[in-house]
């Protein structure tokens, strides 16, 4: 039976930087949930630990308690590695959608499930909401079905995974807690743990279009995560990786379905490949599988990627013909296109600025109720520490709406830094953490 505790003395003992116990914690996340403790209260409490922070313990106990909130997958007579990949999220990462089908071919099943928009960065449920009649709500039973048979399904967050991550989320979000360290691990781990996985690999991304701006928050973030998951019994690395570029060539929902197809294809952009096969590399060692680098270049190579994301499509209702012809993607026709008004390097770009400006063309969100338009989006075509020629263009823009193409197009053109100094790239890969 839970313990009762008197809530104001909690708020009052983490205000004044104490720490709460396992049995404290349990009881705040319950009594959230449950509706015993009212906002104005768990709203204070979220204040107190943004101030004071919460240490490995207590972020693990927080964890704890809202994974306990709702039902856990368990897919232990799934005799396979089960090893999931969680991004923090950027603009353009498609990763996931590349990497599911390519992992799955490697004998490992990946219970994958996702999230919509968050803010300025994209969400996968909303880019395979591009596919039409995919349904990323599949019952339970459905989704364990799925892993039988194919060992990969990609769905969202139900009602009963996590509930209280739901219900703390949105106060955090008009409390102004989200960007608390210790609530985004709580968060992000207590719907991976619910998965029923025994490994974790977490793209923790930096820079301008990343949550966290700087790479010293990413690592603060990326260590907690991995110790937080190592607190609850599962294998988890992070990887950490610059978000100061947007990733592969597009941005934006069925732009970016397309670009994953091409990738499975063995067409991708450089940047997107080399991600996918680093973060590929850490799953498999997760699941003790050998080959590496080899073998995920193989299941490409050999049309098994494909026919696996084919086969992803097909057991969620989604239009296959959409793998051989693009046309069955809604794509929205080139409309704009930012040009270079002068010679020299690409030194920054506005990610955050790309991120926001695919919400003002419709291909995001700004309210959670907004319906997303998924033909728009951007194709970018410099890079940082690219050279440029006067006239070049550097993204175009597609959109079946004039206005908002043209509104963006003004908001997107001062979003590349161009100098005449020669700038080296960063690389992408920066620090894998375990
Ligand atoms: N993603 C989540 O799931 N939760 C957070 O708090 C932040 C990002």
Do not use: W
Request: charged share 25%.
């Amino acid at each position: 039976m839970m313990t009762y505790f008197n809530p104001v003395e909690l708020i009052r003992k983490k205000r004044n930087g104490g720490r709460l116990t396992d049995a404290e914690m349990e009881f705040l996340v319950a009594g959230y949930t449950q509706g015993d403790i009212p906002d104005y209260q768990f709203s204070s409490l979220l204040m107190a630990i943004y101030f004071k922070g919460m240490d490995p313990g207590e972020t693990a106990s927080l964890t704890r308690a809202m994974t306990g909130s709702g039902e856990t997958l368990d897919l232990s007579d799934i005799r396979k590695p089960k090893v999931d990949k969680h991004s923090t999220g950027g603009v353009g990462d498609k990763v996931s959608l590349v990497l599911a089908p390519i992992i799955a071919c490697c004998g490992i099943c990946v219970p994958m499930i996702s999230g919509r928009g968050l803010g300025h960065t994209g969400g996968t449920l909303d880019k395979l909401g591009s596919i039409s009649g995919f349904r990323t709500d599949l019952t339970k039973r459905q989704f364990i079905h799925q892993l039988k048979k194919i060992g990969v399904a990609l769905i969202g967050q139900t009602e009963k995974i996590a509930p209280a991550d739901r219900k703390i989320y949105a106060l955090r979000d008009v409390t102004a807690t989200v960007d608390s360290i210790p609530l985004i691990c709580a968060s992000i781990m207590s719907k991976k743990l619910a998965e029923g996985i025994d490994g974790l690999v977490l793209d923790v991304k930096f820079g301008s279009g990343a949550f966290m701006k700087d790479y010293g928050s990413a690592m603060i973030l990326a260590r907690a995560l991995v110790q937080t998951g190592k607190a609850a019994g599962i294998k988890v690395k992070a990887v950490l990786t610059d978000m100061n570029n947007p990733l592969g060539e597009y941005v934006g929902n069925s732009l970016e379905v397309m670009e994953t197809i091409e990738t499975l294809k063995g067409h991708g952009p450089a940047d997107l490949i080399e991600l996918t096969l680093v973060l590929g590399e850490e799953m498999l060692k997760l699941a003790k599988i050998k080959g590496g680098r080899r073998l995920l270049l193989e299941k490409v190579a050999s049309g098994d990627a494909l026919d696996k994301f084919r086969d992803i499509i097909r057991y969620q209702g989604g239009d296959t013909r959409i793998i051989d012809d693009f046309p069955h993607l809604t794509m929205a026709r080139k409309a704009a296109m930012i040009r270079a008004r002068s010679n020299g390097f690409v030194h920054a770009i506005d990610n955050y600025g790309i991120g926001i400006a695919l919400i003002r063309l419709g291909g995001g969100r700004s309210r959670k109720e907004d319906k997303i338009d998924p033909a728009c989006g951007f194709k970018i075509n410099k890079k940082i520490g690219d050279r440029v020629k006067k006239d070049d263009v550097l993204i175009e823009i597609y959109s079946d709406n004039k206005t908002k193409a043209t509104v963006v197009s003004e908001f997107l053109r001062s979003a590349f830094v161009i100098k005449t100094k020669p700038c080296r790239h960063k690389t992408l890969i920066r620090e894998v953490i375990f």
